[in-house]
């Protein structure tokens, strides 16, 4: 009944094509959809890399037998436990019962917790091998890349490495599952969203990973969501490599929150000043209007970052605070940071973006704008030279 996509001679895909969830985990907004990618590696003995969410279940299973072909499924190896990947393990076990669940200590524990499932499961370490026959698979235990059970599953026959999460990314895939049988272009700010937005905190641990990985020979890397890498694996892994280490390239993102108008009137006069200092890449967000998932992205992709707020309630306008404690839980470093605000009556907006400069590992302008109530023209040329030092600063930094 299907025409299974299939990735090696007799390894096929057998995930799915998510278009009606608008959000991500709830939060993040799917502008393209996601993938849910599932393996099933066809062998003397048959195995079932991780599953999918499971409103797709039945869909899932008759993917998996048609490509069974009257065989039944020995193992289902789980990468990572998170329920867009494991929701379907509860169904599985009705469909084949003998089924063996391979998954490291922490796995099996959450696969009790999650499913209440309990037999007929196999506890693997790290270097650990498999024997499907032909096909040796060997376990590298990546955990916090994103949850602590993590790991990825490398195919020694077919030199695959299916990784979990890690170097996953946001879209649907249309038709195809290779890199190579694609433009794969929309893929790659996807990928940096997705990082951002999901590993984003975890950037040691990526590093680990990266690591780990880096002596196997990787012919086709297949994360849990997006494409199937082949053709561009090195560019997948420089990604990773720069964003867990928070290497950027030349650009300023500006993100201010206004009520009235006057705070994004100093956000302009910011972006004159940096675009004076000869940077191209400068984007400005509205904090109330732009997606957070976007101004997440851009933070990791560019740089520079400047930040302004209105005071509000004696603190800083409420989207405000909330991005910059998302930098702050993900540690975000290396940037080159400035800030401006203004207030009405009371500051505070300033002094709360300058506390939270104070914390981070960030190189801070010296140039700093307050401005009570509407803007004027002593504080609109300070803005301008705000921009222009961040611009400045940026481009030495890219040098």
């Known amino acids: 009944m299907y025409e299974t996509p299939i990735v090696t001679s007799d390894i096929y895909y057998v995930g799915v094509n998510d278009r009606q969830k608008s959000k991500f985990e709830n939060m993040i907004p799917l502008t393209r959809g996601v993938s849910y990618n599932s393996f099933l590696i066809i062998d003397n003995k048959t195995a079932l890399i991780d599953t999918v969410d499971v409103s797709f279940g039945l869909l899932f299973v008759h993917k998996i037998l048609s490509v069974l072909n009257g065989r039944t499924l020995d193992y289902l190896i789980i990468n990572h436990m998170e329920p867009d990947h494991s929701g379907a393990i509860g169904l599985l076990r009705k469909y084949f019962p003998e089924m063996i669940i391979v998954g490291n200590s922490k796995t099996l524990s959450m696969v009790e917790g999650f499913h209440r499932e309990v037999g007929n499961c196999l506890e693997v370490k790290e270097n650990d091998v498999l024997s499907l026959g032909k096909h040796n698979l060997q376990f590298f235990l990546i955990p916090m890349v994103h949850w602590p059970e993590t790991m990825a599953t490398y195919d020694k026959t077919s030199h695959v490495l299916f990784s979990g999460d890690a170097f996953g ?118 904090v109330s209007s732009a997606d957070a ?53 009371a500051s505070a907006a300033v002094k709360r973006i300058k506390d939270f400069a104070e914390k981070m590992d960030i190189t801070v302008a010296q140039t700093v704008v307050e401005q009570k109530h509407a803007l004027n023209i002593e504080n609109y040329q300070k803005c301008v030279l705000l921009g222009e030092e961040v611009g400045q600063k940026v481009r030495e930094l890219s040098k």
């Open 169 to 286: 990314s946001f879209g649907t895939l249309d038709g195809a599952i290779l890199d190579s049988q694609m433009n794969e272009k929309r893929f790659w700010n996807e990928m940096i969203r997705y990082y951002a937005n999901i590993v984003g905190k975890y950037g040691s641990p990526v590093q680990k990973a990266l690591d780990k990985i880096e002596p196997l020979q990787i012919d086709f890397l297949c994360s849990t969501h997006g494409p199937v890498w082949t053709e561009h694996i090195d560019k997948v892994f420089e990604i990773y490599e720069n964003m867990a280490n928070f290497r950027a390239e030349e650009g300023v993102v500006i993100v201010y929150g206004t009520m009235y108008g006057n705070t994004e009137q100093m956000a302009e006069a910011v972006a004159q000043g940096v675009a004076n200092a000869g940077v191209k890449h400068v984007l400005v967000y509205n």
């Open 293 to 345: 998932s976007i101004i997440l992205r851009d933070i990791y992709k560019y740089n520079g970052l400047i930040v302004g707020s209105p005071t509000y309630n004696n603190e800083l306008y409420p989207e405000i605070e909330a991005l910059l404690r998302k930098l702050e839980i993900r540690g975000v470093r290396n940037r080159i940071f400035g800030y401006f605000g203004s207030y009405s009556w």
